[in-house]
C-alpha cells in the first residue's frame, strides 16, 4: 500500500526558506518506491531552486488555494485532504476552519494521521475551536520550548506534543 503525506502549507513561498529546506529535507528522508508526497502551496513558488528540489526528490508541487474567509478556509481544505487521500498529513500555519477541516476528515478516516508543525501559537485557548481540533491529531511539534509552553497552556493534550527544532528531525525518534 502506497503511503500517501501531503504537506499542508496554506503558505505563499517568496523565497527558498527554513520551511521549505524543511519540506526537502523530509522529503528526501521519506523518499522510497512507496511513499507518494505532495506539498502544497496557496501559489507557485517564487524560488525555482526549491520548486526543482521538490520535483527532484520525486515529490509533487500541488497550488491550491485553502486560506481565505473562514467557510472557504474550511471546504477548500477538506476539498485538498478528499482530492489528495492522504495517510499523513504535515500541517503549517493553519486557522482554525482549516483545523476542523482536519478533525472532519479524521473522522471519515480515522487511520489519517494529522502531524502539525507549530511555529507559533496566535488565538489558541483552552476554549478554542481550534485546540480542540488539535487534540484529535496524532502529534503536534512545536519549534521551541516557548511555543511547546504556550500550546500546553492553551490547553493541548502533552501526549501529543513532541519539541523538535526545524532540521534536528534526521537523529530523532521516528514519528
Known amino acids: 500500500m502506497t503511503r500517501k503525506i501531503l504537506h499542508h502549507t496554506s503558505m505563499r513561498s517568496t523565497k527558498y526558506g527554513g520551511i521549505e529546506q524543511f519540506i526537502v529535507n523530509l522529503n528526501q528522508q521519506l523518499e522510497d518506491a512507496d511513499t507518494q508526497i ?69 473522522l471519515i478516516f480515522p487511520k489519517t494521521q494529522f502531524i502539525s508543525v507549530f511555529h507559533l501559537s496566535p488565538g489558541l485557548s483552552k476554549t478554542s475551536i481550534a485546540t480542540r481540533c488539535l487534540n484529535r491529531f ?14 500546553l497552556q492553551a490547553g493541548l493534550s502533552p501526549s501529543i ?15
Do not use: W
Open 38 to 106: 505532495t506539498s502544497q502551496y496557496e501559489t507557485k513558488p517564487s524560488s525555482e531552486a526549491f520548486c526543482n528540489a521538490v520535483t527532484d526528490s520525486r515529490s509533487e508541487l500541488l497550488t491550491q488555494i485553502t486560506q481565505s474567509s473562514p467557510l472557504r478556509s474550511f471546504a477548500s481544505s477538506l476539498a485538498l485532504y478528499f482530492k489528495t487521500r492522504p495517510t499523513l498529513v504535515i500541517t503549517h500555519f493553519l486557522s482554525s476552519p482549516q483545523y476542523m477541516a482536519g478533525a472532519v476528515y479524521q
Open 161 to 175: 506534543i513532541k519539541q523538535r527544532y526545524l532540521g534536528v528531525f534526521l537523529h530523532s525518534e521516528r514519528l
Open 138 to 151: 496524532t502529534a503536534i511539534i512545536p519549534v521551541s520550548v516557548a511555543v511547546e509552553k504556550k500550546l
